[in-house]
């Protein structure tokens, strides 16, 4: 096309993109990229990269006097312990449909913030809860145990007292 | 002029300016004259920085207060209360753990007005959330989100958000057993779309709502971390971002033409009143605009001025009468119901029921079907079906009117009783019934997300609302039914919520019927 064939264009009509202002453009665009990128970089500082949580681990004593099937719940502290005629195992108390703490009863595990029921091996019987309480693993013998609620183990995993 | 007279005459100048030095500055404030002449009242508009978010004329449409029953400025008005009110409170507050519950104590007992001022932006909080959620409503009843107002009906969308977002961050800050129970929830809502990626067995590498909780509360427990990121947002970020919001959406009123009205209004309306004083006596005779190179039509395009008011005085006085009622309302709450404050965090034993303030009850109640559809996708559709309102009805019908076009107030009246049925009925069958998980325990919790009682309501809604478009044959009438069912779900889900859960969020007519523990 020449350029006496393009239609005259007004000042208020300019042409869509002239060849001068490809150059700029691509400036324009770069920069907007450039910071773009630097945003989306800065935003790795929240994410923190050392977590300020208390320790996972912690001793435990059972009573010697625990029947089996009762939960034992050490103070302050969101999981019970269980010790039957195959061994100990520790339940999680904490929800896993939101995070409640749920209240151990002689059947089960209630959560009191919307209802979920657990049975004592932590299967989820009711409610919106979506997957079953997770076991802890547990280690030591003789009374004294460990309990880490950072490592998880399938459910019936038992420590031989 | 001898070099004795030159001095005296500028010590005279000099006591002269002196004298006149106040009214001189008061004339500097102030660049014209009291507002008596049109001319002055526009001016008194426009050369005020901000007071120039306003147009310098109003249109009597406007005026009239079954037009907007003055719900916009309520909330604006309740969120200027906040911030002052706020800022009065940061001269105590402490966010660390512990020391939080302390320093809020120290407000209620101690500091002279604290119990007061706490009241004060409890309430006008409470206050800008109704006011926000009617002043929706009011926009969608008539229809005023259609164009050229379609993206500011966006903008509020986002600005309900952002103020839902400053009531939650607001509640965790005393950091009792309501704000930590409240705290962990909300963290692990931001957490249950692991509900979808577990049930995909993708969680291990893209475990988007692992990431989401971890940036909520800088840590894997709800701690010092969590509350000094949740009093960034509630103090600065939400606030900064409200007032962005706010700042476009005024400016976007005023830009599309003030508030919506009919297309018929003037007729409607009548003649001016026979003392208004005539528009154009004292303009200029010629107009500079920059719409004279601007393509497309401006609002003011077609508008005549001739039924429109100075906004100074008449839309100014109105505005400070609905600021002084909400400032009036506050206040009376205040002096009749303190702020609740419960017991020190304690984070072994929830609260049993653990309960939401009473705006995110209806949510608590569908977050106890399942915690992704109810905390993140029912919320989401909704609030997507919300944005696209104006992008599909396109219609013309009853702009401006309240529950204009087809359909009408009939139509409302049959969309309140369906969505209020719908929602007792499919509340009353889940208390009765149970839901799948009782009767088919080994049930994929995938089949539960998707199909449970909060989803089933959303697509009875939806259905009901798709019935309506065919049936009215308008797109407008589906919107109306779909709104207004939704908006009875939401009062009955907060109702019920609210009134009839107690412990183990099990169903109860009454809290005397609650077991004593």
Redesign the interface.
Known sequence: MTAEARAPRSR?DPEPVTRRDVLGLAALWSAITALGFGLIGSLRL???AV????SKKFRVTLPDSLPAGQAFVPP???VALFRDAAGVYAVSLICT?????V?STPTGF??????SRFTLDGT?????A??PLPWHKVTGGGGEYVVDEGANVPQGTRLQA | MSEQERSSSALREFARNLRQAPRRFLETVFRHGPPRTDRTRSTFVFGNVFLHLHAARTHRWSLRWTTTLGLGLVTAAAFVITLVTGVLLMFYYKPYPDVAYQSIKDIHFVVPTGLFMRNVHRWAANVMVVAVILHMARVFYTAAYRAPREFNWVIGMGLLVTTLGLSFTGYLLPWDQLAY?AI??G???AQ?PR?IT??LGITDWADIGG?QR??LL????V???ALI?FYLLHVMLLPLLLVALLAVHFWRVRKDGGLARPADADRRLGPPPADAYPVFTEAPRKTYQLAA?V?GRTAAVGNGPEQTVPSMPHLFYAELGVFMLTTLICLALSLWIDAPLKELAN????????KAPWYFLGL?EC?????FM??VGIPLIVLAGLGLIPYLDREERGTGVWCGGPGGWPLVRWATLFGLAAAIGVEAFAIRC?WL??WF?DIP?LV??FV?PGTLLAALYALFSLFVVRKQNSVRAGALALFTCFLCGFVVLTIIGTYFRG????FFWSPADWPKH
């Not at chain 2, 800088?218 to 427990?221: A, I, L, M």
């Not at chain 2, 412990?503 to 099990?506: F, L, M, S, V």
């Open positions: 208020l929240p994410r923190a977590l300020s949580s208390p302050g502290r969101a449909h939101l995070g409640c703490v209240k209630e959560c009191p913030c919307h209802g989820v019987a009711r409610g919106p979506p997957q | 129970w962990t929830i963290a692990n809502i249950s509900e577990d049930a990431l971890q940036l800088g840590s894997d427990v701690g010092e971390e990121r190179v393509r984070p072994n034993v929830p609260e049993n029921p653990a608590q977050v106890s079907f399942s915690a109810g905390g149970g998980r009782e325990p919790q539960i997300t449970n412990p183990n969020w099990e």
